[in-house]
């Protein structure tokens, strides 16, 4: 399941349509980057790129004119190379750039130093993303050089610059059919992965033992990739909010914080859930486990069209806040805490982040000053916390070291959202319920 050629030549034509008159559009390609030595890192290309081509290697440039007789679409990439493509794989070339991925023309990437100054040479405005790549910044300033050293010749460089990046990100912020498909797919098999954690899980077993459990069944059904670095926090590691190394042993009677998600087809998953070791939650685990749920439940009511990106934020504080004073972990008046940010103790995140090709995808959540508003085919994340840090003396010694963190996939929907990860259990009778039948 890939974007067809038609989604992504929408992508092109709504981006065009908010292009300035007579102008022109230079996006570069991701690099390959050295892991060490002589060897890279796997190749992921540049999440705009793709959104625009669908194109997938190194060393490409995409343009797009807008109105251009000769057409708007064009991909400057690598030559086929046959010795090269023995050692690293068949390569589109200029042709299958238009055969493959709708370009109306293309050149190698050897042609772009004279074909591109061609191609700026007579716009008014030039949009690129300014300032994310020193070279490729350097790069552009060449070829401008090359159209300004002409004038007298008559030609005509551009008089405007402008980042193309918040043009794209505006679009990719909506989410179309296709890709609704798709982060639904990723959702989905994000949440089974985290079944299979909660079935392989028992005490004596390793943080990263339950991480390969989740990557195994990433790349059994479809993704390669996971979304980021799988956060597998046992006990106290819990309360380190990007805790990575996971490599401590899970322990009995402690809780476990996993945050996973796969990349499917360049759209990501987010998720996270906390699930005793054992099985069981204790009084205390279950006092801020249900918490945190009530909270996100919160958050999910006003989670609609119409309403702010802060709302479902400022809902999951407003429970948490009063529930933190109700079991005497905060002391005082519920609204005064908040004013101070004293909650932020133990609750010190926002709520949730844009989702899409990037696990914190692209969109402004500010628009004019103001947060921005939920629309239809928005996609998100929500995910609240509490922490309790194993030293906090402040508190009663039984909350201490537990962190929990409830994460889930949200599509902002005409009337409301939907739940795109609710296949993983959340409520605590359903994590213990599916804790209990594995054991059997």
Known sequence: ????????????????????????????????KVRSRDTDYIFRQSS????LSGFEEPEALLVLVPGRPEGEFIIFCRERNKNMEIWEGIMAGPEGAKTHFGADQSFTIGEVDVELPKLIDGRDKMYFPIGEDANFDEQMTGWLNQVRAKVRAGAQPPAEFASIDALIHSLRLIKGEEEIALMKASSLLAAQSHIRAMEYCKAGVFEYQLEAEILHNFAMNGARSAAYNTIVGGG????????????????????????AGCELDFYASDITRTFPVNGTFSEPQKAL????????????????????????????????????????LLHGDVQELINTGAYKRFYMHRAGHFLGIDVHDVGAYKVDGQWRTL??????????????????????AKWRGIGVRI??????????NQVMTDAVPKTIE????????KSR
């Open 1 to 32: 399941m890939t974007l067809s050629t038609h989604a992504l030549a929408q992508h092109r034509s709504q981006l065009m349509a908010l292009m300035a008159p007579n102008s022109i559009a230079v996006i570069p390609a991701a690099s390959a």
């Open 48 to 51: 705009d790129f793709y959104y």
């Open 236 to 259: 106290h590691n819990a309360c380190i909010l990007h805790y990575t190394e996971n490599n401590q042993v899970l322990k009995e009677g402690d809780l476990v914080l996993i945050d």
């Open 289 to 328: 486990y249900q918490l945190t749920l009530d909270a996100q439940l919160a958050a999910l009511d006003v989670m609609k069209p119409g309403h702010r990106w802060n709302e479902p934020h400022e809902a999951t504080v407003q429970v948490i806040t009063q529930g933190l004073v109700d079991l005497g």
């Open 375 to 396: 629309e239809e085919g928005m996609t998100m994340t929500i995910e609240p916390g509490i922490y309790v840090q194993p030293d906090d003396e402040s508190v009663d």
């Open 407 to 416: 994460e889930d996939d949200i599509l902002i929907t005409a009337t409301g």
């Open 430 to 437: 359903a994590i213990e319920a599916l804790m209990a039948k």
